[in-house]
């Protein structure tokens, strides 16, 4: 089991808008400001799409943003697309110095 | 451009030492503010952190791992490495070596990943 909680899957349609949650606790989400999301395709490496809740690293689409309330991160996509179809994983700090990862989200878009 | 790619045995019988190396190129491990580190991902399942160290010698571990983790660094040849002792099925995994931002922030640049295999 997961220290942080997504939901297993989210479907979309392109155009559309989807939000991906991943909830912790007071010890992690709820008190520091370092979620991170990250995209992975199958067979490859992650990559760094959101850091500190909802900054974007050089190069990433405006299209992909986050934002946290209380002790649940959100990784929204607007505007979705066929090559957005991959797997999000968020991670966070955790008090005594451990970070912690959710146990993933498949996005599908049909 | 940073690199960073990992090297070691693909296969490690079950109690012994897993070994893996990580060598970076493009940047110095010596780097201000960077933090280095590894993170797993068995076959088919989700992620999870093993450690991160700074060059300067503060090292923090996964709790669930740190009695059988060892991260050390040598600064000389811009490489550190993972070693995980008494190894059984369940560290089966694609091992990453990964760029921290810093200790407590994402990992913003990642090796491709080496599967290592426990079995007899």
């Known amino acids: 089991q997961s220290a942080l909680t997504q939901p297993a899957s989210v479907t979309g349609s392109p155009g559309q808008s989807i939000t991906i949650s991943c909830t912790g606790t007071?010890?992690?989400?709820?008190?520091?400001?370092?979620v991170s999301w990250y995209q992975q395709y199958p067979g490859k490496a992650p990559k760094l799409m959101i850091y500190?809740?909802?900054n974007r690293p050089s190069g990433v689409s405006n299209r992909f943003s986050g934002s946290k309330s209380g002790n649940t991160a959100s990784l929204n996509i607007s505007g979705l697309r066929a090559e957005d179809e991959a797997d999000y994983y968020c991670?966070?700090?955790?008090?005594?110095?451990?970070?912690?990862f959710g146990g993933g989200t498949k996005l599908t878009v049909l | 451009q940073l690199l960073l790619q990992e090297s070691g045995p693909g296969l490690v019988r079950p109690s012994e030492t897993l070994s893996l190396t990580c060598t970076v190129s493009?940047?110095?491990?010596?780097?201000?503010?960077?933090?280095w580190g590894w993170i797993r991902q068995p076959p088919g399942r989700g992620l999870e952190w093993i450690g991160n160290?700074?060059?300067?010698?503060?090292?923090y571990y996964n709790p669930s791992l740190k009695s059988r983790v060892t991260i050390s660094v040598d600064t000389s040849k811009n490489q550190f490495s993972l070693k995980l002792s008494f190894v059984t099925a369940s560290d089966t995994a694609v091992y990453y070596c990964?760029?921290?931002?810093?200790?407590?922030?994402?990992?913003?640049?990642w090796g491709q990943g080496t599967l290592v295999t426990v079995s007899s």
């Open positions: 990964v760029r921290h931002l810093s200790r407590k922030r994402g990992s913003d640049y």
């Open positions: 493009g940047d110095s491990i010596t780097s201000d503010t960077y933090y």
């Open positions: 160290f700074y060059y300067s010698g503060s090292t």
């Open positions: 007071s010890s992690d989400v709820g008190t520091y400001n370092y």
């Open positions: 500190d809740v909802s």
């Open positions: 991670s966070s700090y955790r008090s005594s110095s451990t970070l912690v």
